[in-house]
C-alpha cells in the first residue's frame, strides 16, 4: 500500500473529533474546572510524579503540573492516540481498560507517587481503595454529586460502562461521603473541592491544611446541572432505584 493510499485510509477512518482535539492541544488545553490549580496548589512539595486514570489530552487534571513525569491510562484508543501525538515525552500515554487485576500495577509506575487522578465514570470507589496502599502524596477522586451525601458507592463492575447502566449516565462512582468516608480509615483528609463540583482532593492527616467535612465541602455538579437542566435531587429521584453499596 503506498503513502498516499495509507493516508488516505488513515484520513476515513479518524473521527473529525481527533483534528478539533488535536488543534486544541497544540493550542494549549485546560480542564473543565479549576482541578489543575488546586493540584497545583497541593502539589507543591511532593514526588514530581503522577498517574491519572480517565483523561483527554486537552482536559486533564493533571495538565498543570509542569515538571512531573505522569502516566496517563485510558481505554479510549483514539484519546492514547491523540496524547502520544501532542503531550510531551515526561508524560507517557497508554491504552488499557482499567480493572481491579490490573490497576495496581498501573498504580505502581513509579517508585514514589506524587500525585493520584482517578476520573473514570465508574468504578472510581473501587480503584481507589485498591490504590490507597500505593500511598500517593496527593488525590484527586471524582465523586457523583447525583448522589447527595448518601455515603453509597456503586457495586463493581469490571465492565462499567455508565451508559449502559442507566440512560441518563447519572449511575456511576460514589458519593463524596463514601469517597471521604474510604479515605479517611486510610489516613487522608478531605481538604479540597472542585469549582464545578466533580472532583476531591485528599491529603495525608499529618498536613497542616485544614479537613473538610463532606457536607460542608459538598457542590452539586454546575456542569451537568446546566446542560440537563436539572438539579442533584431530580438527578437522584431518576437513579434511586438502582443497586448500591453502602459505604459508611
Avoid at 480503584?127 to 454529586?145: G, H, T
Amino acid at each position: 500500500m503506498s503513502i498516499q493510499t495509507r493516508a488516505h485510509a488513515f484520513l476515513r477512518s479518524t473521527p473529525l473529533r481527533y483534528y478539533y482535539h488535536l488543534l486544541k492541544a497544540r493550542l494549549g488545553g485546560a480542564p473543565q474546572s479549576d482541578e489543575s490549580v488546586i493540584l497545583s496548589r497541593l502539589a507543591l512539595n511532593c514526588p514530581r510524579t503522577f498517574v491519572e486514570f480517565g483523561f483527554h489530552p486537552t482536559e486533564y487534571n493533571c495538565i498543570g503540573l509542569a515538571d512531573f513525569n505522569g502516566l496517563l491510562v485510558d481505554g479510549d484508543e483514539t484519546t492514547v492516540r491523540l496524547a502520544k501525538a501532542v503531550l510531551p515525552k515526561r508524560i507517557e500515554s497508554r491504552q488499557s481498560f482499567i480493572t481491579l487485576d490490573n490497576i495496581k500495577s498501573l498504580g505502581a509506575h513509579f517508585p514514589e507517587l506524587g500525585v493520584l487522578s482517578i476520573d473514570v465514570d465508574g468504578n472510581d470507589y473501587w480503584f481507589l481503595k485498591e490504590l490507597l496502599p500505593v500511598r500517593p502524596a496527593v488525590i484527586s477522586v471524582e465523586y457523583n454529586a447525583s448522589l447527595g451525601l448518601k455515603p453509597i458507592t456503586v457495586p463493581y463492575d469490571p465492565s462499567f460502562d455508565r451508559k449502559e447502566k442507566h440512560e441518563s449516565g447519572w449511575y456511576h462512582g460514589a458519593s463524596i461521603t463514601a469517597v471521604t468516608n474510604l479515605c479517611s480509615a486510610n489516613g487522608y483528609k478531605l481538604v479540597a473541592v472542585s469549582a464545578a463540583g466533580g472532583n476531591i482532593f485528599f491529603l495525608p492527616l499529618s498536613s497542616s491544611l485544614p479537613g473538610l467535612e463532606p457536607a460542608q465541602a459538598y457542590r452539586e455538579n454546575s456542569l451537568r446541572n446546566r446542560w440537563s437542566g436539572t438539579t442533584a435531587a431530580e438527578q437522584w429521584n431518576r437513579i434511586k432505584h438502582m443497586p448500591f453499596v453502602d459505604a459508611t
